[in-house]
Every structure is written in C-alpha cells, then in structure tokens.
C-alpha cells in the first residue's frame, strides 16, 4: 500500500500542508485564493502539532496495518479497503458515536466542528485521483508518498 | 475443518471474517437468534424511525457470501455438548463442530421488582427485536418509564422523543449517567433531556409494579410512594452473559464464560468472545476478542492483551463527551478543570499520571488520552499544560511509517 511517510525533521512548521487538505476537501469550488480559513466547514484531516521543546510532529493519519478506528466502528462507516490498504469512511453509514475518535492512539480523528454529526479523516484524496494534496504542497518533502 | 460460531454481534462477524482470511477451504456456519445482523448501538435511531433494519447492519456488503459463511438466522442454541462436539438448536437441528466460539452476547437483566419479568409491555433494548416490539406498543402509547439513566436507557429516551412520547426515567442515583459522567457533564445532558420534554426522578427506585387484567403494568410505584403512569416500561438495568444453552456443558463460568487469555474456554476446541464473557460491554474490545478468537480457532497463538474497558463516548443533541478511566475524585488526586462556553475538560492526576479524562463539547484528537490511562504514562516530565499534551510528546515513526508510541 501507498502511505504518507513522514521526516518530522524537516518539518518547519509553516501548515502549507494543512491549507492544501482544507482546500482538497472544501465544499465550495474555488481556488485556494478565496478558501475561507475562518469557515468552521473548511477543516484539515492533518495537523502540525508541537513538542515540548518546540518540535513539529506531522500529525497524518497513517492508515495503519490494524486499524483501531476500524477496530471501533459500530456502523461499518469506516472500513480498510482491501485493494488500496487505505481506511475509508462512508459518511452515510456512520452512527455518529465517535468510538473512533476514542479508539485511535495517536488522535488523528475528531468529530466536524459544525454538525458534530461525521468525523473528519484523512481520505487520501481518492477523489482527485488519490495524489494527496498535503504531499504536493509540502515545500520541505517532510512527507512524501511511498509504497510500504 | 468445520467452524462454528455462535452469535451475529461484531465479535461473532469478527471472527468469521478472520477464520475465512485464514482458511479458504473450512466450512463456517453463524448461527443466531437474530435474523438481522445489526448494531445494538444504533437501536435508539430504529425506534426513532431514522434507519430501518437494513441500515443498522454494520457489516459490510455481501458479507455471507463474500465470505462463504453459512448463516442459520432466528434460532437459538439449546445445548452445547463438548463431548459429542456439537450443538442442539431450538429446532432440534444437531449441528457439529471442529472449533466452536461462542459469541452469543448478553440478555437485558429484569430486576425482580413486582410482575416486571412477567408483563407483556416490559422491554429491555439490547436486541433489534426489543427495538421492534417497542415500535410496535408505541402506536398506542403515551406514557413510558424508563428504569435506569445510563447510556442504553438514555437511548431508549432519545428514540422515544421523536415518537412524541411523554418519558420519565427512574434512576436510583441522585443524578443521570452515574457510571460515566461527573455532577456538572451530566447535569449539562439532564438540562437537555428535559427541555426536549423528559422528566427525571432521581434518588429513587421502583418498588413495585402490578400486571392488570391486560398483562400489562400501567402504573409503577416508587419508595417515595409517587405513581407513574405507563403504557410503556423499558428497563435498562444492566445485562447478564447469556449463558443459558451451557447448563451441562462443563464449561466454566463465573460472572460470564471463563476464558485464558487466548480466548480458549474450559472444554477442548471451544472459545468464546464478546459480552458473554462478561470482561466488557464495550464494541472495540468484543470486535478485538473476535479477531483473536478467530486466529486461534485457525491455530494461532494471538492473546487478548488490549483488555481495557473503562471507556465511553456519548452524543446526544449533538453534545458530545469522551470519558475514560476513574470518574469519582479520591485523597490524593490532583484535579485540573478546563472550562468555557464551548466545553468542559476535567483530567484526574495521581502520582504524575492521568486516571481519568472527561471531556464535554470537545473531544478532538481525543484518542491518545485512552493510550495514557491505559499504559499508565508517566506525564509530570513533560514542561506542558496538562492539557496540551498530545501525541507530539510520545511521537515516533517506524520505518514502515506508522506511527509508535515512545515515552
């Protein structure tokens, strides 16, 4: 399978690869001139977190072997795709009790901000040809794809 | 090589779809009382008529024939007999095995107050049957009581709602959801509850309840003397492994089946997962269970090791609130509150490590909060407010690039 692999290392902070997610999975058509940051709506699935020390540590959803989200999944929304190995989420089957969020080690899901209704997580942007935008956008090849 | 498995809850589906990665060739049969596979999770959006049966089925497309899996729906296992390895259904079908699981899950316990176990409009709500009949005793229903305010009867209430029922909950505690929540988290869902029109009666218990000529109770009476009216009871006391069909089996049980930590019960080629081995009620752990059943019927060698249960999730009115480890403060216990009008965080330290996590509003990235508790983490290093701690304190890639815990 395909996985964003990281080198926190290199990683300087500047999040270009969270703008690149939000506006990978905006609602509205556009460019990422006028991509809303101050919309509840428009959230990244990855985040840059920060040590004690100040260090940046990518936080990616690394579609892991055993999935504990999965592992956790009432509704069968969130399943591991046997062709790609990635872990994909149907909207439509989710139940809304966010075991997942519970149920993932390392935090990478959390719930919508707005309806408190899905959960908002890495989707490998399948839907623009499963090239993720955060990859292309990363000026510093802290994360770039690779077959594990 | 003929497996069978006892139930259709996750650890059941689990299990079968481990054994058929493992084994192409063997045989699989799912036998259940359930003629729908479904999530007990999602009965209270059954009730409110938001999903039909097929909408709670959490398995994925196809499973019985993608998988190649017998499925024998709507009987029940009478007997389990180790010594001629094979089991009697309620239909009298003798059905044998090489490996057997039972993952036949838990029943509703009906405390034995008045003619509760004997009327006609008591329901627990475990099985999507519950669920149905309770549908159905809607349509001319008004009044419902509910008996107990945790996490299934709060369910119970939720589903009623959008039938327009009048719904009170009895709870014996002075306040809701006692097991998971603190005073001021539960408060918040109570204020909820009630403006959606539920009324609470706390500190009390049901003392007594009396079949009419109909077999129905329509009034339950309480310590205190007050009468509830009902047409409706739904009680949500808890559940008990159901370990009826092994009367005889030999195999060992205590509060649920004894198991070793390969999931292997008393008798030879039997195992069991899920709630009937009473050691949790929680989905993620049972679905665990399942697997690692399913590997050792496959003659692995896998142990159940991730045991940890003291954990929850809850939304309702779209509140949303994660709980994991000790909720009641101890001497000793450092408490660090967290508080706007967006959400409420309260974290229990003792000795340098995190006992306890609720977190009301906000439970974003949540997860590593499990991880800590559970492994007991030493957190009084880290030069951080307690509540920023986050995976970027444990981080490490692997060379494969998952992720590990480092502390």
């Not at chain 1, 935090?107 to 209704?117: C, E, L, Q, R």
């Not at chain 2, 679905?287 to 496959?298: F, P, R, S």
């Not at chain 2, 974003?364 to 007991?376: F, P, V």
Request: charged share 25%; with cysteine; aromatic share 8%.
């Amino acid at each position: 399978m395909k996985r964003i692999m990281i080198d926190y290392q290199k990683c300087d902070g500047c999040k270009n690869c969270s703008i690149a997610c939000m506006q990978a999975h905006r609602e509205t058509q556009g460019t990422v001139y006028d991509l809303d940051l101050t919309d509840p709506r428009n959230e990244s699935r990855n985040r840059i977190l920060k040590d004690a020390d100040g260090q940046y540590k990518p936080l990616f959803c690394r579609h892991c072997d055993d999935p504990k989200c999965v592992e956790s999944c009432m509704s069968g929304a969130l399943y591991k795709d046997p062709e790609s190995g990635h872990v994909f989420y149907d909207e439509t089957r989710c139940g809304s009790c966010f075991m997942c969020v519970m149920n993932c080690p390392f935090g990478v899901i959390k719930p919508d901000a707005v309806t408190k209704s899905k959960v908002v997580k890495c989707d490998f942007c399948v839907n623009a040809g499963g090239e993720p935008s955060c990859v292309a956008s990363c000026p510093k090849q802290a994360i770039y794809v690779e077959e594990v | 090589m003929k497996y069978v498995i006892i139930g259709a809850g996750i650890a059941g589906a689990q299990a079968a779809k481990t054994i058929r990665e493992k084994d192409n060739a063997g045989e699989i049969v799912m036998i259940s009382a359930d003629t729908h596979v479904h999530s007990r999770c999602m009965l209270h959006k059954f009730i409110a008529g938001e999903r039909d049966e097929k909408g709670l089925d959490f398995t994925e497309k196809d499973f019985f024939e993608k998988f190649n899996i017998d499925w024998k729906k709507g009987v029940r296992v009478e007997q389990v007999c180790p010594q001629q390895k094979e089991i009697i259904l309620d239909n009298g079908e003798k059905v044998g095995y090489d490996k057997l699981l039972l993952a036949n899950g838990a029943d509703s316990f009906i405390p034995p107050v008045g003619e509760l176990r004997k009327a006609s409009n008591v329901y627990g709500l475990r099985n999507l049957s519950d669920a149905q009949a309770i549908v159905k005793e809607a349509q001319t229903a008004e009044n419902v009581v509910v008996i107990g305010s945790g996490l299934v009867g709060l369910d119970a209430a939720y589903g009623l709602l959008e039938r327009g029922k009048k719904i009170t909950i009895v709870e014996m505690v002075d306040r809701i959801l006692p097991v998971q929540l603190d005073v001021h988290a539960a408060n918040a869902y109570q204020k909820l509850f009630e403006n959606a029109g539920v009324r609470f009666v706390l500190g009390q218990k049901a003392s007594e309840a009396v079949c009419e000529a109909d077999g129905k109770i329509h009034k339950i009476t309480l310590d205190n003397g007050e009468e509830l009216a009902c047409d409706i009871v739904i009680v949500a006391a808890g559940v008990r492994p159901s370990l009826a069909c092994l009367e005889g089996s030999g195999i060992q049980c205590d509060r649920g089946i004894t198991v070793d930590a390969g999931l292997k019960t008393s008798q030879p080629d039997i195992y069991a997962a899920g709630d009937i081995t009473g050691l949790s009620g929680i989905w993620p752990n049972a679905a665990n269970q399942g697997k690692i059943a399913g590997e050792n019927m496959c003659g692995g060698a896998e142990t159940y090791t991730d045991t940890y249960a003291i954990k929850n999730t809850i939304n309702f009115f779209g509140l949303v609130t994660l709980c994991v480890g000790r909720i009641q403060e101890e001497e000793g216990d450092q408490i660090q509150i967290k508080e706007d009008k967006t959400q409420y965080k309260r974290i229990i330290l003792k000795e340098g490590r995190v006992e306890g996590v609720l977190l009301q509003g906000d439970i974003s990235h949540a997860g590593t909060w499990q991880y800590l508790i559970k492994n007991k983490i030493d957190v009084s290093k880290i030069e951080k407010n307690i509540f920023d701690i986050n995976f970027a304190d444990f981080y490490h890639v692997d060379e494969k690039g998952q992720y590990e815990w480092v502390s």
